[in-house]
Structure formats: structure tokens, C-alpha cells
């Protein structure tokens, strides 16, 4: 005799309705801010996993996007500080394999969907903003790219909007200043800095 199904509770309704309409955006945002598609992946199945363990702290209707974010957010930094701790690991097996190797010019490894991602931006710009400061990039992308407001922005990053703002001028500054050249090449006037 075939068992029933049973009834969705009201937190994995919440869950379904209001949280997983979000995974695209959580997973462009995750690969922005590591620049990796596994590590955005495994961000946003962690982000995903906290807030079902969190659906009792979240109230239905509110912006569940900004909530989301916040979390991700969290699980980089921390998964950030734990790397910058750890020792950089060395395959030795695979110094040996490209030293037998007689195409060791070619690229050993390509990662296509990262190709595709890099791609759409013009690379100059993308390794401007890559290669911001943390805390920089996390504000110039909620900003820029997600289109989150400021106060929005302070909730998830849990610093004050005064404080977002500054990063988020410096962030731009710091780009201008790093692009100026790229964009004269493109044919953009730019104004020098007297």
C-alpha cells in the first residue's frame, strides 16, 4: 500500500516560496566574490543549508534576498579568514607531471565555465574589480551589481552605512584610478588628477 505524501510544513512552504527563487543571484554573487564556480557552489549549498536551519529566525515576507546574502556573506569571510590561516599546499605529484611534460607551455587545466564568466565582463575590468580589497569588492558588487541600497548593504555586511559608503567611494576611486588607462585606450575621455 502506497504511503501518503506529507502535507509541506509551513517552514519548507517559506523555504520554497520566498528563499530558492533566489539561487541565481546567490550563485552569480558567490562566484563574484570567489572567483571560483566549485567555491561558489559549495557557498551557496552552505547559505542554503544555514538558512533552512535558520527558517524559524526568518520573518515570511520580508526581503528574503537581502537575508540571503547576508548569510553567503558570512560563510565567504569566514571560509576567507580560514584559508589566510592554512599554508598553501603544494600537489607535488603534479610539479612532477608538468616537468615530464613536454607541452608545459600549453595550459594543463581550463576551466570552462570560469572562460565563460570572465568573458563577460572586459577582462581588464573584471581583474580591476578581482583584485580589490575584500571588503571593497563585497560592497562595490551588493551596490553595482546586485542593486542593493546602502542600508540594505550595512544589514548584510554588519557595519554602518557611513562605513559603506566610504568603501563603496574608495572601491570606485580605486577602479577609476586602475582603469583610466583601459578607458582611454577604449576611446572614454577621462580627466587627469591635478
Avoid at 504511503?3 to 527563487?21: C, I, R, T
Avoid at 535558520?54 to 580560514?82: C, P, T, V
Avoid at 590561516?85 to 612532477?96: L, R
Amino acid at each position: 500500500m502506497p504511503q501518503s505524501l506529507q502535507p509541506k510544513s509551513e517552514a519548507d512552504q517559506v523555504f520554497e516560496q520566498e528563499l530558492l527563487p533566489h539561487v541565481n543571484a546567490l550563485s552569480a554573487f558567490a562566484y563574484r566574490l570567489s572567483q571560483d564556480a566549485d567555491d561558489a557552489a559549495d557557498l551557496v549549498q552552505v547559505t542554503y543549508m544555514k538558512a533552512y536551519r535558520a527558517i524559524d529566525g526568518y520573518q515570511r515576507g520580508s526581503n528574503a534576498k537581502a537575508w540571503l546574502f547576508r548569510i553567503l556573506k558570512n560563510a565567504f569571510i569566514n571560509e576567507y579568514r580560514k584559508r589566510q590561516n592554512q599554508p598553501t599546499k603544494v600537489d607535488y605529484s603534479e610539479v612532477f607531471n608538468l616537468q615530464e611534460d613536454d607541452t608545459s607551455n600549453v595550459p594543463v587545466y581550463l576551466d570552462l565555465r570560469q572562460e565563460l564568466f570572465e568573458h563577460l565582463l572586459d577582462d581588464e575590468l573584471t581583474h580591476a574589480i578581482n583584485s580589490l580589497p575584500v571588503n571593497f569588492r563585497l560592497v562595490l558588487l551588493l551596490c553595482d551589481i546586485e542593486g542593493f541600497t546602502y542600508e540594505e548593504i550595512a544589514r548584510i555586511t554588519d557595519v554602518p552605512i557611513g562605513t559603506v559608503r566610504s568603501r563603496l567611494h574608495r572601491a570606485r576611486n580605486v577602479l577609476k584610478e586602475r582603469l583610466r588607462d583601459y578607458a582611454e585606450k577604449k576611446g572614454i575621455s577621462v580627466q587627469r588628477k591635478s
